[in-house]
């Protein structure tokens, strides 16, 4: 059965980091696109980035570029977004999940309707 759980979230101060995990169970990862997306409080869920499967390309909203990385341990089966000098407009719930598509597609990886077996999110607050 495929499943995503997240982890990593907290409180952290403005210009602090925190690394998130996105363990995938179910499936073997290097052959899956996986995107992160986050969603605050009354608004709607955006896609924060995306990694290819097999090595392809990655992609950052840009509110994130510079700040955020994306990566993935395929052997520990997890996807990891590394969160640099945070912000309190990042503060939402983070969530991970698979697309549907073989690659990260620079017209369609922030359309979550392309995404499937979402995890259960992980909250991440910045404040002082």
């Known amino acids: 059965q495929l499943q995503l759980v997240e982890s990593g979230g907290g409180l952290v101060q403005p210009g602090g980091s925190l690394r998130l995990s996105c363990l995938a169970s179910?499936?073997?990862?290097?052959?899956?696109?996986i995107g992160w997306f986050r969603q605050a409080p009354g608004k709607e869920r955006e896609g924060v980035s995306c990694?290819?499967?097999?090595?392809?390309?990655?992609y950052y909203a840009d509110s994130v570029k510079g700040r955020f990385t994306i990566s993935r341990d395929n052997a520990k089966s997890t996807v990891y977004l590394q969160m640099n000098s945070l912000k309190p407009e990042d503060t939402a719930v983070y969530s991970c999940?698979?697309?549907?598509?073989?690659?990260?597609?620079?017209?369609?990886?922030?359309?979550?309707?392309?995404?499937?077996?979402w995890g259960q999110g992980t909250q991440v607050t910045v404040s002082s």
């Open positions: 990694t290819s499967s097999r090595g392809g390309n990655s």
């Open positions: 179910g499936l073997t990862l290097n052959y899956y696109t």
């Open positions: 999940a698979v697309s549907i598509l073989d690659q990260c597609l620079d017209t369609t990886w922030k359309d979550s309707s392309t995404y499937y077996n």
